[in-house]
């Protein structure tokens, strides 16, 4: 049952008191894990990659689920099926895996420019824009929104209830890349640790994250 979290917890016990101690103590291991929530998480997992392969041909997903005001985790699902050898499946991808959040990094985003004095009701425009940051227009940076619609000028909380991606870049240019990797990996993230790497597409998913840390991450922030 819940093969990814027994053997990531059973990895932790081996690295912390060595595996044959662990093998021969007779221990009686107590987690956090609520089986009731695992089960449905591995439900959802399933069934949301049947559809997920149907629409865009993705063979996996990962879940994590966890207390926000303690940090235990209610469950954690590495992969569609920890035994499908097809899907290299025992591989966890939510502890192990890199992958591109996306979006998801646009509140640690605005929470660096209002750390720099920025307001939620900060006016920014959401307007075709080109983004020039190496002085060759050929490699210039012009992002779209995700409907493909301007609304010209909004506030930032607006921006953010909204998702839009024109204003996260350019608050993203605000706030200043350096201030937001610091911040998140004052949060808990310690996989973007290569700047050379990133320029202003990290607000829509420039970089890899681990989805642990990541929930994690969004745990400190509720």
Known sequence: KAPHFVMEVIDYLNTQYGEEFIQRSGWTIM??????????AERVVF???KRNETLYGGKNAALVAQDATTGQILALVGSRDYFDATIDGNFNVATQGLRQPGSALKPFVYLAAFLKGFTPDT???????????????????????FDEIFRGPVVMKQALAQSLNVPAVKTLYLAGIDNVLK??????ITTLTERSRYGLSL??????VKLKELV???GVLS
């Open 123 to 145: 006016t920014l425009f959401d307007l075709e824009t080109e983004f020039d940051a190496t002085e060759e227009p050929e490699n210039s940076y012009k992002p779209g929104n």
């Open 31 to 40: 987690t956090t894990l609520d089986y009731n929530l695992q089960q449905v």
């Open 203 to 208: 607000v829509l998913g420039g970089g890899e």
């Open 183 to 188: 911040i998140v990996k004052n949060f808990g």
């Open 47 to 49: 069934e949301g990659v």
């Open 216 to 218: 994690g991450a969004y």
